[in-house]
């Protein structure tokens, strides 16, 4: 059968089509066994017309639909462009009876990423064979693709929308599902800026071929049950073409009352619109229990809304005005204070007494004391534990923690037990894939060794093929000794990164160790959780060594791991030692440590555009503010450890972020101008998880200086949530040590945002949220500062009435006068802009 598969090669289907004819079932049996493992073994993607001759091949010789489904639905087959009418007729032909099963089945296979993959070949099978479309979300996903992704290339005969919709067999079978599929919405806006499906469907309803009801009925369905914003926008759309009359509304005004009190901002805002478009067929007491809720909301403009809807019902309904007011009271404690004064204003005029309450002013912060920061986990001594240890590393991000037990444990027990830890180790590293796709010329590539590491530890021939891998990386470091900083010739600092440097050095090491027998762990293994290592145990593991060999580059980790400061007792003791090692630790620690760097704040723009098209250029912010670092005068930095280039925006990849801290955890103002580039992708380019290292870096040691306080401005400004939750975890802690610089922090928030870096409202909720728990003075101190140059802005930057009303609360609750330049020059210049209103507020806080 070589000249079949030939022809299946080519995507020859009149070829495959015509030998088939001429087969008997045995043969077409036979045929069958060897097309499988023929497409098993193939590389090459099938997709056009060697997709359409595979998809003949298999009806014409499998024998049931689910190996032909098996076949068919593979990774490697693309049926996104095959052909189904030579597949229908080659299944006529051999009276196959299982064709609505196989497009059932494929079906069943559509992944939603790919819906649009098979999508049209599997619906023109139903199609053919006049049965019901499966209703399962990849077909639902991939039918509201098909609604805009059509397989006609020549658009001036596309069917318009609304024709092909009102004709659709599939129509009123999965538009009920279309409301009920987690994200089916996204694949709605593709198609005229996200209004024709909406728009569409409405003019069916209104032509009657679609139910209204059903339709106002799955919208609200859709919006209770809650999506992403993209997914939800469609529906939202929908919902406007669709709009619904006050008695629909009132029908269904639980539903409408839930979307108000706890659906997202867009959503609830159509949900009050429709609500006050009904009058009063909606239950009032209802309507009142759910404004409690609404006027608590942070969205202002929902809440402004609110109030005024509440103002009208009170002056149209006299004899009601004072349970109104009770709801409008409620409103007296949002954090908005133009809010809070219009709130209260109309809670009075409607007869509410607010009750005399006493206030005790509070200055300063009060924030529990700082937490002991922990001790590192003991080292491992179980081959289970390591493997545990291990599959905790197969993620994109290490903790630099376990990694570090890991290495420790990997030379403890590899070097005791090697049959132990290859046969428990090998299995989990092959179901993770590890070294797959490792390159042997990626010599200074963090993850690239440590899988070499991890491979050589649980299969020993491995450790042939990386060892010469490893010995290039230590002679080619040869040249670059960590000490003397001092009296040598000058040397430019490597390309690559430090900590790139370092940690491929101490892989490759711990790579050769592992051939050695009985060794006691790593010098470098952290006795405390930031990765910092006690002196005294790195004396105590010096000292019991012995005549063992010191492997270089793990005591130079050790040395940098150590904290800084001079101790000439222990150092007396470590030069006592007689050895290389104990005397490198005796000068360490009278002094001939890391040199204090000096750090300078810089902008820099985006890199050059490319010659080609280059689409990630216009996404690259415009300026960005860091701090570059040097080594003092006559100081040399053969490792790049103290030195920090400014990049232009889109150059210089980051490298593993999360082992910085764990790398220099004595030194947190370097570690952080190592960091910042990542801190500020996750302001200004929606990086997530670019900040949650923060955290860790305040438990480090050392000074900030303007790196950290950058990093702490980056951090609150942060697009997630989860970065601004790690940044205001770090603001809090550094505060609690009395190591956070308040107005260092503020003046570089304030110079950012002026500058139009960041987007300032985002920092608003971060910043209350230090408040409530105790830190008042220092955000007070942080907002004094960071409100000048806004102020001083030609335009003041978005967000920054927020910050003077939040300065205004924070000013009275702790009565310290703190100046604000600029704020009288506002206050002066008058009007009733909401800027103007809250410096007066401010004003008024100090005044007092």
Known sequence: MTDFFRALGRGDVTSVG????????????????????????????????????????????????????????RRSVMLADADPEPVVAAARQRGVPWVADLAYRLAERLPRSRAWDGWHFIAELLLAEKVPPPTGDGFVVGWAQSMWWQRSPDEQRQTPLVDRLRADPFLDVLLPRL???????????????????????????????????????????????????????????????????????????????????????PVAVVAQRALRDAGGQVEFESLLDTSRVVVGRPEKALVRAQLSWLDRLARQNPERAVDIAEVLASGAEHPAADLRDRATALAQRYGHQPV??????????????????????????????????????LTPRWPAATLERVLDGLVRLTTTERDRVGAALLPVLRRGQVGSWDH??????????????????????????????????????????????HGRSAVDPPHQSALTLIYSARLAEIGQRLDGRDDPGLLAAPTCATGALDPTALYERLAALGDRPVWRWDLTQALLRLPVGVDEALASRAAALGTPAGDDLAGWLRGDALPATVQQV????????????????????????????????????????????????????GDSSNLWPALLPGHRGLVAAHLLPEFARAAQQDLQDGATILPVLAECAGAGGPALDLALAYG????????????????????????????????????????????????VTPLRDAIAAGARLSVWRLLAAALPPMLAAPTPPRGTPDLLALGAETARATGVPIEVPGLADVVARGGTSRLATEARRLATALAA
């Not at 499988?36 to 001759?53: C, I, K, M, S």
């Not at 930095?637 to 920090?644: A, I």
Request: glycine share 10%; charged share 20%.
């Open 440 to 485: 042997m010329w990626s010599q200074f590539n963090v993850t690239v060794q440590l899988n070499g590491v991890l491979l050589a530890a649980a299969a020993p021939p491995e450790a042939t093929s990386r060892r010469d891998q490893w010995s290039s990386i230590l002679s080619q470091l040869l040249s670059r000794p960590l000490r003397p900083f």
């Open 602 to 653: 810089v902008t820099i723009g985006r890199r050059e555009r490319r010659h080609t098209y280059d689409y990630g250029y216009d996404q690259l912010p415009v300026r960005r503010t860091l701090v570059t670092t040097a080594p003092p005068e006559g100081a040399a930095d053969p490792l790049g450890l103290f030195t920090v280039r400014a990049q232009p925006i889109g150059r210089g990849p």
């Open 716 to 763: 609150l400004c942060a697009r997630h949530e989860v970065d601004r939750v790690a940044a205001l975890d770090a603001l809090l802690m550094l505060a609690a040590s009395g190591d956070l610089d308040p107005p260092g922090v503020g003046g570089q928030l304030g110079a950012l945002a002026a500058d139009g870096q960041v987007t300032l409202s985002r920092v």
């Open 179 to 265: 409301f009920e599929v987690d994200g089916a919405g996204v694949d709605l806006g593709f198609s005229g800026g996200g209004r024709a499906v909406p728009s569409t469907l409405a003019a069916l309803a209104t032509e009657g071929r679609l139910d209204r009801a059903m339709l106002v009925d799955g919208v609200l369905g859709r919006l209770l049950r809650g999506d992403r914003p993209g997914a939800l926008r469609p529906f939202l759309a929908l919902h406007e073409e669709l709009r619904p009359g006050p008695d629909e509304v009132a029908a269904r005004a639980s539903g409408y009352l839930r979307l108000l009190a706890d659906g997202p901002g």
């Open 356 to 393: 005399a309450t006493v206030t005790v002013k509070v200055a300063g912060d009060e924030l529990p004391p700082p937490v002991s920061t922990a001790l590192a986990a003991p080292p491992i001594t179980d081959v289970d534990e390591l493997v545990e240890e291990v599959f905790g590393l």
């Open 18 to 73: 015509a030998m088939l004819h001429t087969l008997d079932d045995p043969a077409r049996r036979a045929l069958g066994d060897e097309l499988t493992a023929h497409v098993r073994r193939r590389d090459e993607l099938w997709w056009g017309g060697t997709a359409t001759a595979l998809a003949v091949a298999a009806v014409g010789t499998l024998s049931t639909a689910t190996k032909t489904a098996a076949l068919l639905g």
